[in-house]
């Protein structure tokens, strides 16, 4: 092989050589820089992650174009913030169940209190509305001349 380099004339081997640096060029531009860039753009996202990013911000009108990005140790303290946070509003709730839980039993047993107050007073009603009645008749009685205290009035 390297017998027909050498065997041929000094312009096709400066052609040869400069096709083949055009093609190692190509190369580079085609395959191998597209990778490095996606390597340099991941490794400034990992390291944006984990160490965080001041905002990036215009520099002719000012205007911020990114916000800033916190690091991963502020993002975590916040998400531990958050959860503390959660369970005290669990902690919150739990005890305003138990609070309803306690209410609803005491409205059950006024419920019952009141039902049976509302049975005795129907019991003393009846019973009072009979006594009326002998009261009423009585007065009757007494209207119409006759003594109500008389026993021989009950067998008349």
Not at 2 to 19: C, Q, R, V
Request: charged share 25%.
């Amino acid at each position: 092989m390297l017998n027909f380099i050498f065997g041929l004339e000094p312009w096709a081997k400066w052609l040869l050589t400069f096709g083949g640096l055009a093609v190692m060029i190509a190369a580079f531009f085609r395959w191998v820089l597209p990778k490095w860039r996606a390597a340099k753009r991941d490794a400034r996202a990992i390291r944006d992650t984990l160490v965080g990013r001041e905002p990036v911000v215009d520099s002719i009108t000012g205007d911020e174009i990114k916000p800033a990005v916190p690091g991963i140790g502020v993002r975590m303290a916040h998400q531990e913030q958050q959860g503390a946070r959660m369970e005290q509003q669990m902690t919150i709730l739990t005890n305003a169940v138990a609070d309803m839980a306690s209410s609803q039993r005491r409205l059950d047993e006024l419920e019952q209190r009141v039902t049976a107050i509302e049975q005795g007073h129907l019991v003393e009603r009846l019973a009072s509305r009979a006594e009326n009645i002998h009261l009423f008749d009585a007065l009757a009685e007494i209207a119409k001349g006759e003594d109500p205290t008389d026993p021989d009035h009950d067998a008349g």
